[in-house]
């Protein structure tokens, strides 16, 4: 391909909203144009890598057994009120109505669309397991989108859907799935991070995040310094505190002290001469949507049931909770509401805390509290000897112990898990890193083939519902996360596997045996089915240069009088991001470049 004969419009400048460095760099190489904010269009030079990476994640797919088909991008409202949806997917799904005034969807992901399109195929169940999957359009209506196609509105997904006749085959298609990701991010150049989040009693994993290393990222990853132990911190956890050690002398009785004005951890720290560790902080949440059954629990006779649509028979609407925890930690939102089985979480205001604790704010504490249920951490159960407000003004209860002055409703592990905890698999120092999700592959169960009635006869003609899996890629953040793993300060250096030229040939004076060579060694290369870029502009070679360097294309092959007048007639060949140059004689620079580029390719 002739440089004028394309359309690669490189840039010296930077965007003004560029921060990071792929964004800054597919915009300066040509590869990407805005069209509105969150709204990018892929050139020439972007789209070629885009194919690539599209092509990878399709041969992995087929390689696993996924058919592959087209939806449309645009759906029947109908379908997301059948799996209740329509609602809960908020602002960032984009609804539309034609000139009917029927309700349409411009697809933010597809379970119901795939799910309606498998409950008319599916009759059998030698049909099963079916495998299905798009790479296709999906838009969100993102507040504010970011960092170019990293965090846009419109964006290309890889998202497939597995359907199985029982966990045995579901799990099967999971594993198989979860060794196709790691391919195909090795494939790509990624060092991506799995994330398992562990379904516990069942002993396998019920979903795993591929993310990568960013410092934008919006995940905070916990990793451990000596296993490979990797969680989100939503749902982090580690090693629990060590039990009490028998005391030499008991603890003494419970007593209140006079605390006048102290109201926040930090001014009983100052009061006490102590520090956070010794105390108990309690806090209070409003829970919606409770799932668990709450019979028995202080001040839980009178609240409201209502029957819930979902798998779980009853919920209470609305309930109130204490959570007690050590008073150097953070209580852990998303853990708290899994505890609860509740749909949200929020704390509950201040007239709400200082009705349910009958105190003034600052003076909550598990002892006597009896209006509402109490959720205590782990490490409220390893504290000895604790200090608490007494839920009276200006008082504090010292020599407070767990168990036997107040004992919680539930203690489960709600803490947030920080920099410096201990491992719970091997008791290594854990640490927090900053991460993007490329990829989620994640076990559904029942959740949209039972509210879509989904279902197959079995082997005894029996209906049945079969259990669901889903398999999601982002692809342009996949792309954009190459560049930002790697670039150096003149511009991108592509992997191989996914540049958008495997060689370009820049010729020092575009004239004359220069320029015939130029063509000549193009077409040979083309014809070993190398992708060539030839620069034919009339810039000076130092423009070239920077620009070559700039795209990233792996071998930059540089033809100049000089070298093709010597006794053995050579060219210059430089692998980008590395400083080595080699002179390769004419005679052999095919052979040798395809031997090259072939080399990066199959490894
Ligand atoms: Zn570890």
Redesign the pocket.
Known sequence: MLFTQTLIPTLREVPADAVIASHRLMFRSGMLRKLANGLFAYLPLGLRSFRKVEAIVREEMNGVGALEIKPTVVVPGELWKESGRWETMGDAMLKVKNRLGGDFVVSPTAEEAVTSLVRDALASYRQLPLTIYQINTKYRDEIRPRYGVMRSREFSMKDAYSYHADEASLDETYQAMAAAYRRIFKRCGLSVIPVRADSGAMGGSDSEEFMVESAIGDNTLIL?R??D?AANVEKASCKPEAAPQPQASPVPALEPIHTPGVKTIEQLCAFLKTDAHTFIKTLIYRARNVALDLSGAPGASGLAKRKSAAEAPEVYPEAFFAAAIRGDLEVNEVKLAAVLKASEISLATDDEVERLTAAPLGFAGPVGLTTIPLVADLTVAALQDGITGALAGDTHYVHVVYGRDFVPWLTADIRTVVSGDR?A????ELYEKKGNELGHIFKLGYKYTRSMQVSYLDESGQTCIPLMGTYGIGIDRTLASVIEEHHDDEGIIWPMSVAPYQAIIIPITYAGPVKALAHTLAADLEQSRIEVLLDDRNERPGVKFKDADLMGIPYRVVVGEKNLARDVPAVEVKRRGETAVRLVEVSKAEAELSRLVHRELDC
């Open positions: 451990c000596d296993c132990y491992c698999r091997c008791g290594g």
